[in-house]
Structures are given as C-alpha cells and as structure tokens.
C-alpha cells in the first residue's frame, strides 16, 4: 500500500519568505504531481514530474526517487499563495493507474 | 480550448436515494478520473476511464460506478447513497498512451458539491 505523507500540515509564512513543504511516499511510482487547492474547492495541477527538478515562475519542484521524497519550493511568497498544496503519486498496478493522495498542507501568507 | 466543466455544481439527496455526476473533459484529452474529497481531507481516487472503459479503481465499492462517452466525457453514478458519501467530487481529465505508458498532466474540474441528508 502505498502512503503519502506530507509535512509540515500547517504552514504560515511572512510575504517574502522562501517556503517548502514537503512530500514522502512508501513504494515505487510512475510519477509525482503537485496540485493548488484553493478555498471553495478548485484545483490546479502545478507540476508533474517522475526525475530531476522542474520550475514555473517562483515555484519549484523536486524530487529524489531513490529517497522517495519530493518537495515544493515557494520563493518569495505572496497573500495571494495562500492554499492548500497536495501532493499526489500516481503508479501502475496491473496496467492500471492509481493515484494516492496526500493530505494536504495548509499554506497562510501574512502580509 | 475549453477547460474541465462539471455538473451540477452543487446537489442535496436523500440517503437511499441515487445521483449521477457529470463531467466534461478538456478538448483533446481522452482519459477521465473521479475523486472523493471529504472535508478537511485530501482526496481519494474513485476511478479512470480511458477510452470508454475503465483503467483503474481505487478502494470504492460497486455502488459507485461510472460511464465514459465516445466523446470522452463521463459520469458518475452513486446508488443507495449513505450519510459519508457528503464530499466534493472531482473529475480531472489528461491526454494518455497507455501502450506507450505515456501520460500527462491532469487538469481538475471545479467539482461537485454533494450533500446527502
């Protein structure tokens, strides 16, 4: 069975800090993603990745297979980061593919 | 290019009684998935369909099933609903080649409120 954990569940930053959340899953997957949920309930796919490091304006994402950990990197943080971050592992069983979710951590941006 | 819609965006049911929930999938992806969100909780894969037929299930039982269109839009469909099926419902669709194991991004809808009384 694979488990996601993220840390920390809560977060609450200053505007300007660099924040990082963090994501560890227990077995072998196809892929990583990271999502944006905001209040009300809508979700936005921010990254996908299996390897390596992708970036996307003042987000970053990495991840280390062999140490089954990824984290999300925010620079210079904004009010407006303000959300719940998920991070989800996909991986295939059977030829099927199954997507396990974390359980999100909560991200506040003080101005 | 339009984006992921979902439909209604809000619904109260009685226990007992059925729903479908709909979902269009953005132009040219051809795989749908389905999650249940319970609140304060992350969410939890329901099901996928690829090319109509169903590719992958997570741990719901059979009373949750689903449909996808030639037109790649789906449904999900709930009978004899029970007080814990109250969640947000997701639908998120994405491009895919399974026989190359080729796979992108997914792209969530606003989902459906479902509160059941």
């Known amino acids: 069975k694979n488990e996601v954990e993220q840390s920390p569940q809560n977060l609450t930053a200053q505007e300007g800090e660099f924040i990082t959340i963090n994501c560890s899953y227990s077995?072998?997957?196809?892929?990583l993603h990271w999502l944006q949920q905001h209040p009300g309930g809508g979700i936005v796919s921010l990254f996908m990745?299996?390897?390596g490091k992708k970036k996307h304006g003042r987000l970053i994402a990495t991840i280390n297979i062999q140490e089954k950990h990824s984290s999300l990197h925010i620079t210079a943080s904004h009010p407006r980061d303000s959300a719940v971050y998920i991070c989800a592992v996909s991986f295939t069983t059977g030829g099927s593919e199954k997507l396990v979710f974390g359980k999100g951590t909560k991200l506040t941006v003080n101005p | 290019e339009t984006g992921v819609t979902q439909s209604p965006t809000h619904l109260i049911k009685t226990r007992g009684q059925q729903v479908t929930l709909r979902c269009s999938s953005q132009?040219?992806?051809?795989?749908v998935s389905w999650y249940q969100q319970a609140l304060g909780q992350g969410p939890q894969f329901i099901f996928q369909?690829?090319?109509?037929?169903?590719?992958g299930r997570g741990n719901f039982p059979p009373r949750f099933s689903g449909l996808q269109f030639p037109n790649y839009s789906s449904e999900l469909n709930v009978n004899a609903l029970e007080l814990d099926d109250s969640a947000l419902y997701l639908c998120?669709?994405?491009?895919?080649?399974?026989?190359?194991?080729?796979?992108?991004?997914?792209?969530f809808g606003p989902g459906t409120r479902l509160l059941v009384l």
């Open positions: 077995v072998g997957i196809s892929a």
């Open positions: 990745l299996s390897s």
């Open positions: 998120a669709s994405s491009f895919a080649r399974l026989a190359g194991g080729y796979r992108e991004t997914q792209y």
């Open positions: 369909y690829y090319r109509e037929e169903e590719n």
């Open positions: 132009s040219g992806h051809n795989t």
